[in-house]
């Protein structure tokens, strides 16, 4: 199992547990780029209970493109975006990796959304693409 821990950029929130991840991969929805800031989110799945979250998050909900709510955590202080949680996916939180305190081991396996994605992105490492989310 992996050792995860991670934090906000205040350090009022962290987070850690020992999980290996469902899934690594790279979202570029609108959402995920306006949650993250960027041009898109790289997220680290694990399955939520073994995860411990210490500190206040905040919470903004609202309906994916399947219809289905997804949840945007974030850290109330400094704004930092934490993890998401989507209805499709029970009892998995994607935590944004750029909070990990070691991101050097995420290695995305996948980009999802690639519909979206902005024109200038290239991104390599032979990841699967797909335009939406994967069935």
């Not at 799945?45 to 979250?53: E, H, M, N, R």
């Not at 903004?60 to 399947?66: C, H, I, L, N, V």
């Not at 939180?93 to 290695?107: E, R």
Request: one cysteine or more.
């Amino acid at each position: 199992m992996a050792q995860i821990t991670g934090g906000c950029l205040c350090g009022k929130v962290r987070y850690s547990g020992n999980a290996e991840p469902v899934f690594t991969g790279v979202c570029h929805c609108r959402d995920c780029q306006k949650f993250s800031g960027g041009a898109f989110a790289i997220v680290v799945a694990v399955p939520k209970d073994a995860l411990s979250i210490q500190g206040t998050l905040k919470t903004f909900s609202k309906p994916g493109d399947t219809g289905n709510t997804i949840e945007r955590s974030f850290c109330p202080e400094c704004g930092s975006s934490i993890a998401d949680e989507a209805a499709v996916m029970p009892g998995v939180l994607m935590i944004t990796a750029g909070t990990l305190d070691d991101p050097n081991w995420v290695k995305p396996a996948m980009q999802i959304y690639c519909d979206s994605a902005q024109p200038w992105v290239e991104l390599g490492g032979g990841l699967q693409s797909f335009p939406k989310m994967p069935a």
